[in-house]
């Protein structure tokens, strides 16, 4: 037995999950230092949808975010996600973008990386990690948990033996779905405890109202660290809360070592931004409620809000259920992806065409197309054939590594973001998000907006991990 780490997410997945990740960096940066001295593990700050959300939504640059937040955080490791071959976008990038990217975002200050891929194909994560090793940061493998016939614990333990093979400092159980069950999160983890020497992490939302408990049995059955929120931005499709945890395992052996005072005045902080995410119409109360429904359709809130966003644009609210029924339906039919980006919007906007056009795949999104022909890599299950034969015919699926496929492309971001640069970073910004992007660039220039040039890429030590 051990004491407990603490990853908090208030940061990144907190608000991504309740209020679209919307939180900007002067709401970030005024508690930033009181934040550094609770004695958490370490801060996930960035990555997921961050990135886009910064351009789209905030005006703001995501690098000039994460070098803030460094600045500010002198003690904490800070941490981000990564979707693998994807990096922080919907689709696969070639690999020379994908290692400018890790290099120049472990030198803008991140120490963690966890690297996750929608169907746990590992080859989607070998270069992301090895890249990550290199520079000499902490590169954390994550397990996409979903339920299926094929995802049971011989599945995992299988997947976690490879990633350790790969290098991986620790290994993370990503639930991304709340769909981890208290008894069963203590098999998983006896059993990885005795398969893999890493340190394990376990990752959980509280959309079915399951992951405190979940969380301890955990910690019982061996986990290392687990992710919690803040209790402002904790619960609903959020993360189980820090606080009540901290004070469950005060003078036990799994005793974090976290000080409640300081996280009470921090809370006190959050509690203002909550209000007034709550009064701008942001912070959705359906967001906050317990939906046991999701052990049964295994959607994860985002997607689940997704959803009903399709619904409303084509004036078929009263079609949800619907949909949610025919989500699992379309999964199978796919060979049980895991419902997290991209896989989750591949699947739940095929499974609204297939109730919206009142024919199961009468309007096919070229999404749906690739992902049968393998360019998202390999499902966990076989395709049904019928469904292979009617999605793209005799055409054959790629059995290679998708990104095997894709040519190197940095040459010619830099070329068509020429007249914007201001930084190398923006080719990156560029790569992943083109027409986002370009539209910052040219807001950018239009307000003079400058970045601090002194603190441009590799300017931190890596924290000792």
């Known amino acids: 037995m051990a004491k407990v780490k603490v990853t908090e997410t208030a940061f990144r997945d907190a608000h991504q999950s309740l209020i679209a990740t919307r939180m900007t960096t002067d709401e970030i940066l005024p508690i930033a230092e009181l934040m550094d001295q609770v004695g958490y593990y370490s801060m996930e700050v960035w990555g997921g949808a961050t990135f886009d959300a910064c351009l789209r939504f905030l005006n703001e640059d995501p690098w000039e975010r994460l070098r803030k937040i460094r600045k500010k955080v002198k003690n904490t490791k800070l941490q981000m996600l990564l979707r693998g071959q994807n990096i922080l976008g919907y689709k696969h990038y070639p690999d020379d973008v994908l290692i400018e990217f890790i290099k120049r975002a472990v030198g803008n200050g991140i120490d963690i990386i966890r690297i996750f891929d929608a169907l746990n194909d590992i080859r989607n994560l070998e270069t992301a990690m090895s890249v990550t090793i290199k520079e000499g940061a902490h590169a954390q493998a994550a397990l996409s948990y979903t339920i299926s016939p094929i995802h049971n614990i011989e599945h995992y333990i299988d997947t976690a033996k490879k990633l350790e093979s790969l290098g991986a400092s620790s290994l993370c159980i990503k639930d991304m779905a709340g769909l981890l069950k208290p008894y069963t999160a203590y098999e998983l983890v006896t059993e990885l405890r005795k398969a ?52 469950s395992l005060q003078e036990t052996p799994y005793d974090t ?9 921090a809370a006190s902080y959050f509690k203002q931004l909550r209000e007034k995410y709550m009064e701008s119409g942001l912070l959705d109360p359906k967001v906050l ?35 949610l029924q025919e989500v699992p339906r379309v999964r199978e039919d796919l060979g ?32 749906t197309k690739a992902y049968v022909r393998g360019e998202y890599g390999k499902p966990p299950a076989e395709i049904k054939k019928e469904i292979r034969q009617k999605l793209i015919g005799n055409e054959e699926p790629i059995t290679c590594r998708p990104a095997d496929l894709i040519k190197p492309a940095l040459k010619e971001y830099r070329k068509a973001i020429k007249g914007y640069m201001e930084q190398e970073e923006d080719v990156l910004t560029y790569a992943l998000f083109p027409q986002v992007a370009e539209n910052f660039f040219k807001y950018r220039q239009s307000k003079k907006y400058k970045i601090d040039s002194t603190q441009v890429s590799y300017t931190y030590k890596i924290h000792p991990v």
């Open 196 to 247: 893999v020497r890493i340190p394990i992490d376990v990752h959980s939302h509280y959309t079915s109202g399951l992951a405190s408990m979940t969380y301890m049995k955990a910690i019982e059955a061996g986990a290392d660290i687990v992710d919690c929120a803040i209790s402002p931005v904790s619960m609903g499709t959020s993360q189980p809360p820090t606080e009540p945890l901290v004070a």
């Open 257 to 265: 070592g976290i000080d409640l005072n300081i996280l009470s005045e």
């Open 336 to 367: 049980y992806p895991p419902l997290v980006t991209p896989t989750s919007q591949i699947v739940g906007t095929q499974a609204v065409l297939n109730v919206i056009a009142g024919e199961r795949y009468k309007l096919i999104t070229k999404e």
């Open 289 to 323: 409620s317990v939906d046991v429904n999701a052990l049964s359709y295994q959607i994860p809130g985002g997607m689940l809000s997704n959803l009903v966003s399709q619904l409303k644009q084509q004036g078929a609210e009263d079609k949800l259920d619907e949909v």
